[in-house]
């Protein structure tokens, strides 16, 4: 006989297979279309059932713990190292503005008063910068016009030398060659006619002489008026041009030299001035950030919330540096206070990746906690993650996902503290009125899942069509009838009925044979009765179900998926 196994279940778990079967039996043994009418207390255990109809929740269980929906870090913004002086008692509910934690500032204190006098030497550095730079800015101010003056009277004594003196030097020099050429005419005329009455005897000869000796003065005047001219055409004039030029072209360069001077200098002051005040500038912008230091040494609360501990959310990390507690050192950054918001909580759970698929924002849940006195909550899905987290080196296999689930506001929501642990159950459908047995009854044999049923004292195998499921019940679609008997438990080999598969149950439960005659799935699906219309949030879940349904045999692997939903998850059952 082929090997059979359970597909759902921890089947290994004795006890859980006697508690799941007292369930099972006590929903199905013995009831017709109204499943409510019996008490389960006096139902009696069993490894066997009924087939009947049933209505179940698809609901597991997932663990984890109690956070705040929104939470404000509080860290130390203090760059240095400190101690702590004075911090809250933690659980203590604050509002904003109160005193979490006081760190030590003497270090800040001292060195604020240490800056307060550099700031006094730095002013007056800069008012002794600005002085100079407004000197500088005077003193050019002098120099420049000094040197614009050299150059207006430089300008001005060329322009009197040429407009006066050079043309009165040529006017007197033209006006002595002309007037000693007259003269010296004049004189020839006079000459002439002394020798003419000197040969006549009208004239003496010393009289003659006197006119010949006052011709050759004359004569000689002329010639050095001539060369006056000459001289002072050829010589003077070009050195007397070129110095008054130069004298203009040195005021100039004087001019330009004292600009150049200035902008120099002035540049200097302005340099020192800058300097100094960016000293200043530096200095205050120290004083104002170790004023800021000096208030982050008073650690206030921003808002209204509960005080927590950083280093109690992470006892279990290899740096914990200790409770949080006076004379304890704080590093820059570090992480001190945490204040949750306990007026909106969340559960975050892990829920394992084989059915992490099924649970959806806006799904019911209840939360149980332990901490609160047992107390249950109601909840919804909030999100579920993007990523499956590992089980560590535990259960590095182990993949399962966070899924956050919101509190509702309830009376009692203020006994509710981050990281308490919880319980939550989901909610993910339900199954109505449905020919339903317990999973303990469904095995499978290859591609084939079966049930054993009674016949003549013995146990036959039926093939099924299998859809939804919980951890504790299976919904049957094809193949079983109500009323039936089955086991819940592998026969022992005297007590199963002989005989290969029936081709009409096959065929029922949407197999076929192939041509060597094993037991196939069908490449369509057989018709079935038109399903009840499902309710917001059970689609996803019963179509998926669905796919389950129409899987090939399950393989070794599927009997791990199974035994992880049955540890991760117990399945809460409300029939009808």
């Not at 010949?212 to 005047?221: G, H, T, V």
Request: aromatic share 4%; proline share 4%.
């Amino acid at each position: 006989m082929k090997r059979s196994s359970r597909i759902i279940g921890a089947a290994g778990v004795a006890a859980s297979l006697a508690l799941v079967t007292w369930v099972g039996y006590g929903l199905l043994a013995g009831r017709s279309q109204s499943p409510a009418s019996s008490d389960p207390d006096s139902l009696p255990t069993s490894d066997t059932a009924e087939i009947t109809k049933a209505s179940f929740d698809i609901t597991t269980v997932a663990t984890g713990e109690l956070e705040a929906k929104k939470q404000i870090e509080i860290r130390s913004r203090v760059e240095q190292q400190a101690v702590i002086q004075e911090v809250i008692a933690e659980g203590t509910k604050v509002k904003e503005g109160d005193v979490l934690v006081r760190l030590n500032a003497d270090r800040i204190q001292t060195a604020i008063d240490e800056q307060l006098l550099q700031i006094e030497t730095a002013k007056s550095e800069l008012v002794a910068a600005e002085n100079g730079y407004n000197i500088q800015v005077n003193e050019n101010a002098n120099n420049l016009r000094n040197a614009e003056l050299k150059v207006t009277l430089a300008k001005l004594s060329l322009e009197q030398w040429l407009e006066g003196e050079v043309k009165t030097k040529r006017e007197a020099n033209r006006l002595a060659v002309s007037q000693s050429k007259l003269e010296l005419d004049r004189l020839a005329e006079k000459l002439i006619r002394s020798q003419k009455l000197h040969e006549q005897g009208f004239l003496s000869k010393d009289e003659l002489e006197k006119d010949e000796l006052e011709y050759i003065r004359n004569q000689s005047a002329w010639i050095k008026a001539q060369l006056d001219d000459k001289v002072y055409e050829s010589y003077q004039f070009p050195k007397d041009q070129k110095q008054k030029q130069g004298d203009l072209e040195q005021a100039n360069s004087e001019l330009i030299k004292v600009k150049m001077n200035a902008e120099i200098d002035l540049a200097s002051k302005a340099a020192q001035r800058n300097n100094k005040r960016t000293q200043l500038t530096i200095r205050e912008n120290s004083l104002a950030k170790l004023r800021q230091q000096l208030d982050a040494s008073t650690i206030k609360a921003p808002s209204a919330g509960m005080v927590v501990y950083a280093t109690s959310m992470r006892r279990n990390s290899w740096n914990n540096e200790g409770p949080l507690q006076i004379g304890r050192q704080v590093y820059p950054n570090e992480l001190l206070v945490v204040l949750p918001d306990t007026s909106e909580m969340v559960a975050s759970v892990q829920v394992h990746e084989s059915l992490a698929g099924d649970v959806k924002p806006g799904m019911t849940a209840s939360i149980k906690v332990d901490a609160a006195n047992g107390r249950v909550f109601s909840g919804v899905v909030d999100s579920i993650g993007v990523l499956a987290e590992s089980g560590g080196w535990r259960d590095p296999d182990r993949r399962e996902y966070t899924v956050k689930i919101r509190v509702e506001a309830d009376a009692d929501v203020a006994l509710l503290k981050p990281s308490m642990r919880c319980e939550a159950r989901l909610t993910m459908g339900r199954v109505e009125d449905a020919i339903a047995i317990p999973v303990q009854g469904v095995f499978t044999d290859g591609p084939v899942r079966f049930i054993y049923a009674r016949k003549t004292g013995r146990y036959e195998r039926i093939p099924i069509k299998m859809g939804r499921r919980s951890d504790t019940f299976a919904e049957i679609l094809a193949g079983a009838e109500i009323g039936r008997t089955i086991l819940l438990r592998d026969p022992a080999p005297t007590e199963v009925l002989a005989g290969g598969w029936d081709k009409q149950s096959l065929e029922l439960a949407g197999y076929t044979l192939d041509e060597k005659g094993n037991p196939i799935l069908k490449q369509t699906r057989v018709a079935e009765k038109p399903a009840e219309p499902a309710k917001p949030g059970e689609a996803a879940v019963a179509n998926k179900a669905d796919a389950k349904a129409d899987k090939p045999a399950d393989k070794p692997a599927d009997k791990t998926a199974a035994k992880a939903e049955a540890k991760h998850a117990v399945v809460e059952t409300n029939p009808k």
